[in-house]
């Protein structure tokens, strides 16, 4: 994964060996302690530079979480593409993406703060908001042709704020896993006029689903895949 970001940025502005070392240390500590729990001190300490070092290269955390969400988004790339092939079905692969960050921020404190604090901070919220409307209109362009890929950034502005409070609001006896998931697929597959039969045959479809075993698996294969990049540079 680290060398996914390195390549990503150096088409930009190449990274120094000092930055690889700071993004990397910084993409480890967000994923196993938490980006609320990881402050710029301990960057410096786990990477083996100075404070100033660290601060001079990314003043806010929220430059090198900019990183992570980068790589993040690509990997959501990864589960789409994947739930694409196998269903033979853009809504469902849609429908599948959303209903697995749900579960995994309602099931695990670290994913939570990750999604959390990306969708708080404006850079990396803009980014994915950019992100998701590019995809969104890939995915479901041919089923929605009465919509421009103008208007599904219109709508993402609605719907990636729909998918912040189904983040921001825990689930007890009352609100179920199952009830924030359809409830929060229905009204944004209604915002891209997707009709009712095609949003409850897909809603099904995902509570049949073991999403909350999926979505754990997946992240730990996120977090695997810097841990075996990092092994490697060792």
């Not at 940025?9 to 070392?21: F, Q, R, V």
């Not at 990864?78 to 694409?84: G, K, N, V, W």
């Not at 969708?119 to 479901?140: G, M």
């Amino acid at each position: 994964m680290l060398n996914s970001i390195i390549e990503r940025h150096n088409k930009l502005t190449p990274l120094s060996e000092t930055e690889i070392k700071i993004i990397g240390t910084a993409s480890r500590l967000f994923l196993e302690k938490g980006f609320s729990a990881s402050s710029h001190r301990m960057i410096a300490k786990e990477s083996g530079f100075g404070l100033g070092t660290v601060t001079y290269h990314y003043r806010t955390k929220e430059d090198m979480l900019r990183l992570l969400i980068e790589e993040l988004m690509d990997y959501h790339l990864d589960i789409l593409e994947e739930a694409s092939e196998k269903a033979k079905d853009n809504l469902f692969a849609y429908a599948m993406e959303i209903a697995i960050q749900i579960a995994l921020c309602e099931n695990n404190e670290k994913a939570w703060d990750l999604y959390h604090s990306a969708y708080n901070h404006p850079e990396t919220y803009a980014y994915i908001k950019d992100w998701a409307s590019r995809k969104n209109y890939q995915l479901l362009g041919n089923l929605t042709p009465e919509l421009t890929e103008a208007d599904y950034r219109k709508i993402e502005n609605i719907t990636s704020g729909i998918e912040l409070a189904a983040f921001m609001s825990p689930c007890d006896r009352y609100f179920t896993l199952d009830d924030k998931i359809s409830m929060s697929l229905d009204i944004m597959m209604k915002a891209y006029n997707i009709s009712e039969t095609d949003r409850k045959q897909t809603i099904d479809k995902i509570l049949k689903l073991d999403y909350k075993q999926t979505a754990k698996d997946l992240f730990e294969k996120f977090v695997k895949r810097l841990d075996n990049v990092e092994e490697q540079n060792v």
